[in-house]
Antibody
Framework: EVQLVQSGAEVKKPGESLKISCKGSGYTFTSYWIGWVRQMPGKGLEWMGIIYPGDSDTRYSPSFQGQVTISADKSISTAYLQWSSLKASDTAMYYC?????????????????WGQGTTVTVSS | QSALTQPPSASGSPGQSVTISCTGTSSDVGGYNYVSWYQQHPGKAPKLMIYEVSKRPSGVPDRFSGSKSGNTASLTVSGLQAEDEADYYCSSYAGSNIFPGVFGGGTKLTVL
């Protein structure tokens, strides 16, 4: 079964760092782009960025460039999303998802497999 | 880049058809046949329903169909069922932008 499994919920204080994960299984992890999507409470979906684990080619949405870091460790089929200094406004659900076609960024053919989401709460 | 425009809500009775629009520009929806639609039930991850304007992934009922005219894409749900009540988001490729991916604001579909 093709699946993405994300790390568990996090509660952090402003200024703390955080790295959440997304582990792929059931497919060739290095052949499909992974996208990260933010959903703030009661709001819509927002592209954060994408990564191709095969060569770590990474692209960021302008709204998130410099705010987060996306990375991947292909040896353990895991993608990451990290913050160096969290803000209260980072409180949201974060999803990883797989690009629908091997080798193609997910904004072409959609994202066909989604992780279950990781809730991040930032509060003092 | 600006988000695609969707109506905040739509509704229909069981068995009826409902269409949700997604309006962009010639730089995104109108310029490429790379429109996707996602369904999201409360507390759940989104699910891909349509890609490349009108193609359905395996397992998506043929009650769901997509189309495009000019700068507006549409998702039609025919034979509405109670389980179709969810939020629906469109997404498009927006070629010339630094990051060429954009979502719509979402539409809450209510089955009356």
């Amino acid at each position: 079964e093709v699946q993405l499994v994300q790390s568990g919920a996090e509660v952090k204080k402003p200024g703390e760092s955080l790295k959440i994960s997304c582990k792929g299984s059931g497919y060739t992890f290095t052949s499909y782009w992974i996208g990260w999507v933010r959903q703030m409470p009661g709001k819509g979906l927002e592209w954060m960025g994408i990564i191709y684990p095969g060569d770590s080619d990474t692209r960021y949405s302008p709204s998130f460039q410099g705010q987060v870091t996306i990375s991947a460790d292909k040896s353990i089929s895991t993608a990451y999303l990290q913050w160096s200094s969290l803000k209260a406004s980072d409180t949201a659900m974060y999803y990883c998802a797989r690009g629908g076609v091997s080798g193609s960024p997910p904004y072409y053919y959609g994202m066909d497999v989604w992780g279950q989401g990781t809730t991040v709460t930032v509060s003092s | 880049q600006s988000a695609l425009t969707q109506p905040p809500s739509a509704s229909g009775s069981p068995g009826q058809s409902v269409t949700i629009s997604c309006t962009g520009t010639s730089s995104d929806v109108g310029g490429y046949n790379y429109v996707s639609w996602y369904q999201q039930h409360p507390g759940k991850a989104p699910k891909l329903m349509i890609y490349e304007v009108s193609k359905r992934p395996s397992g998506v009922p043929d009650r769901f169909s997509g189309s495009k005219s000019g700068n507006t894409a549409s998702l039609t749900v025919s034979g509405l069922q109670a389980e179709d009540e969810a939020d629906y988001y469109c997404s498009s490729y927006a070629g010339s932008n630094i990051f060429p991916g954009v979502f719509g604001g979402g539409t809450k579909l209510t089955v009356l």
